[in-house]
């Protein structure tokens, strides 16, 4: 079929005003989960097909899936299915190759790499990818018309405007995204000022004048309750210290600030709400061999949490000591209800014995799972 004849077929193709109300419907969306699950709900609708599903890339691994979002399948077929695609087959094809696919058999086409146990078959499969401003952000593909018949051009015209659609945005999400981080670390470094410049400063000078009273107090048990006082300050002090260097640390190169962008970074990209809490001279210890170890660690374990744990929050922990703790807890489904835990969990166990540690997962207080990994430093 030629270019003209195609571009006449779509003009006259009763399904286009269905396609601009699509488009309209998801430029109203401001949150990142719910633009997606709506437009793999357009694509299948739009298409005509039983499923459809957008795959979102890792940032940091653009041959790798960072999150997985379907239509058309229930989430008990989805659990049953367990580990979610990692970016291989026909879906990478149509990543790698930055152009859409038709595969009107995917059980004899050589891309393919078939499909996991309970998985639907499926027969047909068209995919286009999504682009966005710096790089390709994921894929949309449909499978298996209802009607049985093979996908056409006008298919492919119709999911590729769809795709340029959800690029825009996408693009107009992520933009917000990050204009709000950029807002948040503005205030975060005002903050700290204002910390350390008024209220460190008032309290130390109050520290100051109750052990200069010290002396003239000879009620024992008032000068016990102002020893108590001193060391509360003491410690106040001490706590706003630390949260004055965790505000200050987030625009240089440290490994606290590596650490919060690559967690900003993936949880974003999968509307995932997250935590980081540091203890101890992260800084200081982690550098070398060690950052890039911790943070290996942390992108694994979170992004287990978005392939697997179906959260809306994760709370992530890294301290040093003698020994480098890293935790991470969501309020997901919890491990025990994972049909089939990724090779992420695997690998984990390995990292941390290779390092003389140990790696566990348990019930989160959040009530999903607990992930830690504790090594030895030094």
Not at 192 to 210: E, P, T
Request: hydrophobic share 45%; charged share 20%; aromatic share 4%.
């Amino acid at each position: 079929m030629t270019n003209l004849v195609v571009v006449d077929r779509l003009v006259n193709e009763p399904r286009l005003k269905d396609l601009f109300a699509a488009l309209i419907d998801v430029v109203s969306k401001v949150d990142m989960d719910q633009t997606l699950s709506l437009l793999a709900e357009h694509a299948r609708n739009l298409t005509r097909s039983h499923y459809a599903a957008i795959g979102v890339l890792d940032p940091e691994h653009n041959d790798r899936l960072l999150d997985f979002v379907t239509s058309g399948i229930s989430d008990e077929e989805r659990q049953r299915i367990g580990t979610l695609p990692s970016g291989r087959g026909l879906l990478g094809t149509v990543i790698s190759s930055k152009a859409p696919i038709i595969s009107n058999s995917i059980a004899r086409d050589p891309r393919a790499v078939g499909f996991p146990l309970h998985h639907p078959q499926m027969h047909h499969f068209l995919g286009v990818p999504i682009f966005t401003t710096e790089r390709v952000f994921g894929n949309i593909y449909v499978t298996d018309r209802r009607d049985g018949a093979p996908y056409d051009e006008i298919d492919q015209a119709i999911l590729e405007s769809l795709a340029t659609g959800a690029a825009a945005v996408i693009n107009n999400l992520l933009l917000r995204q990050a204009l709000a981080r950029a807002e948040v670390e503005d205030d975060r470094a005002r903050i700290a000022r204002d910390l350390h410049d008024d209220i460190v400063q008032r309290l130390f000078a109050v520290g100051l004048q109750l052990q200069a009273a010290l002396p003239t107090i000879t009620i024992p048990t008032a000068s016990s309750l102002v020893r108590q006082a001193i060391d509360d300050l003491d410690n106040a002090i001490a706590e706003i210290r630390t949260t004055i260097f965790e505000l200050e640390a987030t625009r240089s190169d440290s490994a606290r600030a590596e650490i919060l962008d690559l967690a900003s970074r993936l949880c974003i990209v999968a509307g995932l709400q997250h935590h980081v809490v540091f203890t101890g001279p992260i800084d200081t210890v982690l550098s070398g061999a060690t950052k890039a170890l911790a943070l290996n660690v942390v992108r694994e374990l979170i992004t287990n949490v978005i392939k697997h744990a179906q959260a809306n929050e994760t709370r992530i922990e890294i301290g040093v000591s003698d020994v480098l703790t890293i935790v991470v807890a969501d309020d997901g489904i919890g491990i025990s209800n994972q049909p089939q835990p990724g090779h992420g969990i695997a690998n984990l166990h390995a990292k941390a014995a290779g390092h003389g540690g140990t790696f566990s997962i348990s019930p989160s207080p959040l009530g999903g799972s607990r992930a830690a990994f504790i090594v030895p430093l030094g």
